[in-house]
């Protein structure tokens, strides 16, 4: 089933404007309720069109599902998107029923992105199988969770496993990727992609844009969600570039440092206010649908600052 995503143009032809969005900073070290909390009303009261976060077991993020019911309550306004859960973590018909029950409580605010994930080790600790980090078992886990997203009985219970999703045919889908051959082999069941940049290349994140709206058309669907994301740190001076090496040493501890080291001068994005909204201004003239952000820190002034960024770009 597809859909397309209210209020979101898609295309480059059709595109007027780029939605930004704020993802939490659960990858951050000492993070406590508080913290959560405020930065989820904070995101909610600004001119974000979008709260994300992402799933990672073998880490001390907050579990991803848990979040979600928080996030419910903490929010009214913003679009809550996984980026992304990891279907092979989890029994498809649990994860069917937890995020429907998500929808629910958020009003059907709730879209979904999905991934095989990048760490054999968050499969080793749930015990999931590494062989089944792929494409193909991504899919037919999506195709049970749409079953019973449309109120099939997949299971020998009386009756059909619940809550109905506020939205009909389930959350919204968008593939987690940062390569061509994920966006072809998801144009089937996905609503579109939820990529990454890793250095912001503009011209190579528009080939990839191409081959998912290539990919829609020869699919007979609607011209897919176009999102991307990014590491940011905001301020002046070499205090940003240094948080986001801070932010990359810590996130990516499965690379070995000096390959961290070695990465970390190019990947992300740190300076000025004036530079980040040249920079959006470069993902919106590709016909970029939204940018997902994804701090490197926890403090909020960096999304008050990237806030006061985007009221004046929009």
Known sequence: ?????????AGRARIAVVQIGMTMPVMEADLDAGTLKA????????????????????????????????????????????TVVVPQLHDPVM?????????MLCDGRLTVGIGVGGR??????????????????????????QRVWAGEKVTDSVVAVGPPPVQAGGPRLLVGTIGPKTVRSAARWAD????????????????LFDVARQAWAEAGKPDPHLATSFWFAIGDGDGPRAQVH?????????????????????????????????????FRDIGTDEIHLIPTSSDLDQLRRVADVVKEFG
């Open 95 to 103: 994860l069917a029923k937890q995020l429907a029950t998500g929808d």
């Open 246 to 282: 801070r932010h990359l040493c810590r996130y990516m501890n499965w690379i070995p440092a000096d390959y961290v080291d070695a990465m970390a001068p190019s990947t992300g994005w740190a300076g000025t206010d004036d530079e980040l909204a040249e920079v959006l201004r470069r």
């Open 39 to 82: 930065w989820a009303r904070a995101v909610d009261d600004g001119p974000f069109s979008s709260l994300c976060w992402g799933e990672r077991i073998a880490f001390d993020n907050p579990e991803s599902l848990t979040l979600l019911g928080a996030l419910t309550a903490w929010t009214d306004r913003v679009r809550l998107v996984t």
């Open 192 to 207: 579109g992609m939820a990529g990454t940049t890793l250095d912001l290349d503009v011209a190579k994140q528009n080939e």
């Open 120 to 145: 054999h080790e968050d499969y080793h600790a749930v015990g999931a199988d590494p062989a089944t980090q792929t494409m193909r078992e991504m899919a037919d886990r999506v195709a049970v969770m």
């Open 1 to 9: 089933m597809s859909r397309s995503i209210p209020g979101i143009a």
